[in-house]
């Protein structure tokens, strides 16, 4: 069953992003999963803004295309979106604003009300006009007004308390307003469910934030950038209470050294960031790669190259962060596809860090980073934190780097009483400059052992979705896990395998997979399709068709959908 | 810092501090003096493995982590100073030294200077100045005066050369001094008195690059550069910012030129007030009750 798309459009400035959070909160607590999605461009004030949240009876894990509900503070969202809405539908316009509403579909429900008005007169403002029109949509769909006042209030908190006053107030006339007006169009579509499980409504920037405190992160340098800034918004108001330092350095270039600065002193070290940032860390990747210094670096793509598309999703960073920096060192390269998956891959990140004294890259989107989506509160009992080989006492002839058989060494920190040195040059045992050719063999083929030692030790195989046996199976990776499993719902005789480890690669795993597979579809969100190539360089293996996109919109279920149909029929 | 274990006749000799590595820098090289001055501080103050740390940059300077045997980070070109800033957050109990160039710190670095500068990191930077590019065999560097003729400005260099000193004191430095390498008993006071100071700490030390440049050679130095007077006052701002303006025959002002009482950056962190971040356990924290603002 498709999902309650409610959309919720207007000029940007006007908290139309917060009013869609609001929506995803009160369906969540009323006891249905939302998913969020949104869409803005690079501006504080004046575009357009779009948000939309996904509702239903069990989890729900994209953004669709239709809309069931559209909430149209400005006339540019009708414009743009009314002729999404469905027969059936509704559409609530800001009758106090000139706005005209044409060419929608049959048995459409319009809800005019004057959302302009109503936010000025009972002593409220135009800021309110989202209150106004979070009062309306409860209204209609039978949410509680109580749960809105109650979140008003917890919105302000730290504010004159006459601002939640004057917010309830209007959020109340509203709701009236829609009662008396439009009582014979009601859709209680949100009246609470009797069985409430309890759940959190986060991005996956909050889960990677969330993950990193739970891990033990002791040390975050982040330069702000769309669309990982969030990250830093959790963390830095709360270092004092988990005992962790957040730094916003001068740029990239010194986040990541300062964050391998700090980790040669022996502290947990965060950096995150997007590509554009990602190009100003290369130079940092290597050095953490040839110095052996543990670091877990968040990469939140968006469309590229340069500036780009700044607040719109991409996978195209993949082939970039898995070659990124001159020569060879081992890189661990996870791709979560969602929330829950972000939380954990992150907390697993630092282990994996430690464990092989290397960067740990874990590589998001804008999709996924910023869309909220209601899960159930993170299970991490079974995780414990694994430092690997950390010499913390002063040992007799000890040797920073080395040459073991898994290719890791005992690390050791400035303060204990162990002489080494941590060297961007070529080094000996020791970590003194060494240009032999004898000593470069050995330190390379020692650094580079550590990926087999991580195939072996820690690699997961990628996951298969939907039956073995299927007519036709999708291939993919990270964010769009979402809709092809959405899709899937719709679908008979469609599996799906998706593939979070990109360094080391799960060859093994995918050729036994995919050799069995009858016909495999592609789906990637960039224009070369990055992972097919990676996918071809393991395992010769090339996907019969593709689905690419790279217009910085995430892929719908509907299109997978589509296509799917499309192969069936051919 | 366990001051009771230290033995000083087995413990701060030169032999402890010394390497297996032969020295590779040229004979009659500058590096010779920094090394000798810090060598000699180290063992004054019983810096070690225990309380001490080396950062250094990519240059002939860098190459003194082969030297010192004390446990350090050779980084990146340019890139010394965010890893020390790390390094000092993370452990501030340690005595941080930055070696750097004046092509490492003013030219590939020079962000990281201003804005080190700007926090009062509180880091020594020995900031070997040779004023060109000398491990890349001789090219103009921020530090080399126009007019002159290297590798790459063949024509004389066009460019004014940049003031580490001036820059340091306008970005925000609380502890400025410049000496010649050639002065060790002083450069190692110098370097003492730097690393005492809590605060952002620059010395720029005169090292002339005995190979590619023929205009600040040894002889340059010594003839040119006067010790600051004993009623200099180097708490004063004014006169310390005007001191950078001087550059002449005869008229090169070596000494500690300014100090300001300032709170470092380091000691502004609440989370380390009490301890430092890497003497606290690193574990798996509950987060439930960060989850109220996502309900």
């Known amino acids: ?570 | 810092m366990s001051k009771k274990k230290l033995q000083p006749k087995q413990y701060l000799t030169g032999a402890a501090l010394s390497t297996p590595k032969p020295c590779t820098w040229c004979p009659g090289c500058g590096d010779f003096g920094i090394w000798s001055a810090f060598r000699a501080a180290c063992m004054q103050e019983k810096w070690d493995n225990k309380n001490t740390a080396l950062v250094a940059g990519i240059g002939c300077h860098g190459h003194i982590i082969n030297f010192v045997k004390i446990t350090a980070f050779e980084g990146l070109h340019g890139r010394a100073l965010p890893v020390a800033s790390g390094l000092k957050m993370a452990n501030h109990d340690l005595n941080v030294f930055v070696f750097t160039g004046d092509g490492d710190s003013l030219s590939e670095g020079g962000n990281h200077f201003i804005h080190a500068a700007r926090r009062n990191q509180n880091l020594t930077v020995i900031l070997h100045d040779n004023a060109l590019y000398a491990l890349t065999t001789g090219q103009a560097s921020p530090r080399t005066p126009k007019g002159q003729v290297t590798k790459s400005t063949p024509g004389g260099n066009i460019d004014d050369p940049l003031h580490p000193l001036r820059l340091a004191l306008s970005a925000g430095a609380t502890f400025l001094a410049r000496e010649y390498s050639g002065n060790v008993e002083s450069l190692k006071e110098i370097i003492i008195e730097a690393n005492k100071h809590e605060g952002f700490s620059v010395i720029q030390v005169m090292q002339p690059c005995v190979s590619f440049n023929k205009v600040y050679t040894h002889r340059f130095f010594q003839e040119n550069i006067y010790k600051l007077p004993e009623d200099y006052d180097p708490t004063d701002t004014f006169s310390a910012y005007q001191k950078t303006f001087e550059w002449d025959y005869k008229k090169i002002p070596v000494g500690i030129l300014y100090q300001e009482k300032r709170k470092s950056y380091e000691a502004q962190l609440p989370v380390i007030s009490k301890k430092t971040l890497v003497k606290q356990p690193v574990k798996k924290k509950t987060i439930t009750s960060l989850y109220k603002k996502f309900i």
Request: hydrophobic share 40%.
């Open chain 1, 1 to 570: 069953m498709k999902p309650f798309v409610l959309k919720i459009g207007g000029e940007a400035g006007y908290g139309i992003m917060s009013a869609g959070l609001v929506v995803a909160k009160i369906a969540s607590r009323s006891g249905y999963y939302t998913f969020d999605y949104s869409e803005y461009p690079s501006l504080v004030r004046g575009g357009h803004n779009v948000m939309q949240v996904a509702i239903s009876e069990g989890p729900v894990l994209a953004p669709y295309m239709h809309t069931d509900f559209l909430v149209a503070l400005n006339q540019d969202t009708l414009h743009q979106h009314q002729h999404e809405v469905i027969g059936g539908g509704s559409i609530l316009f800001d009758s106090a604003m000139n706005m005209s509403v044409k060419n929608v579909a049959k048995g459409v429900h319009i809800f005019d009300v004057p959302i302009h008005e109503i936010a000025t007169r009972v002593g409220g403002s135009l800021i309110m006009k989202n209150t106004a029109a979070l009062g309306a949509v409860l209204s209609i769909l039978g949410g509680s007004i109580d749960d809105l006042c109650k979140m008003i209030k917890e919105e302000f908190r730290d504010k004159h308390e006459s601002v939640s006053k004057r917010n309830i107030a209007v959020a109340r006339a509203a709701y009236q307003y829609v009662q008396e007006r439009h009582f014979d169009k009601l859709d209680p579509f949100l009246k609470q469910k009797r069985v409430r499980k309890e759940k959190i409504v986060v991005t996956a920037n909050e889960a990677i934030a969330l993950g990193s405190i739970a891990a033990g992160m002791q040390f975050a340098a982040i330069y702000p950038m769309t669309p990982t800034s969030a990250i830093l918004h959790t963390l830095a108001p709360h270092q004092e209470k988990f005992g962790y330092i957040y730094k916003q350095p001068e740029d990239e270039i010194s986040a990541l050294n300062m964050a391998i600065g700090a980790s040669f002193a022996g502290v947990r070290s965060l950096v995150a960031t997007s590509g554009g940032g990602f190009c100003l860390m290369t130079e940092a990747y290597g050095l953490a790669g040839i110095t052996e210094t543990p670091v877990v670096i968040i990469e939140g793509m968006r469309g590229a190259p340069a500036t780009g598309l700044p607040t719109w999703t991409e996978q195209g960073d993949l082939l970039f962060t898995l070659y990124a920096h001159q020569g060879d060192f081992p890189r661990i390269i996870l791709a979560p596809g969602d929330v829950e998956e972000s939380f954990h891959m992150t907390m697993q990140a630092f282990n994996l860090a430690e464990k092989y004294q290397t960067p740990v890259l874990l590589l998001v989107d804008k999709h996924i980073c910023e869309s909220h989506m209601s899960v159930e509160p993170f299970e991490y009992k079974k995780y414990s934190i694994e430092r690997g080989n950390f010499v913390k006492t002063k040992r007799v002839n000890y040797k920073r780097y080395a040459v073991t058989a898994s290719g890791i060494s005992p690390r050791s920190i400035p303060g204990v009483g162990n002489h080494f040195v941590v060297n961007s040059d070529e080094h000996d045992e020791v970590g003194y400059s060494e240009e032999s050719s004898e000593n470069r063999i050995e330190q390379m083929n020692k650094r580079m052992r550590k990926l087999l030692t991580c195939e072996k030790e820690d690699m997961e195989k990628p996951r298969v979705y939907g039956s073995t046996k299927a007519d036709i199976t999708i291939i993919s990776w990270g964010s769009n896990k979402g809709a092809i499993l959405e899709a899937l719902q719709h679908c008979k005789n469609v599996n799906f395998v998706h593939v979070t480890w990109m360094n080391p690669f799960p060859t093994r795993a995918l050729n036994n997979i995919l050799k069995k597979a009858k016909k495999v579809l592609l789906v990637e969100c960039n224009y070369s399709g990055q992972f097919g190539k990676l996918l071809k360089e393991k395992t010769g293996f090339t996907p019969h068709d593709t689905l690419l996109k790279y217009d910085g919109r995430p892929i719908f279920p509907e299109e997978i959908i589509q296509k799917i149909q499309s192969l069936l029929d051919s």
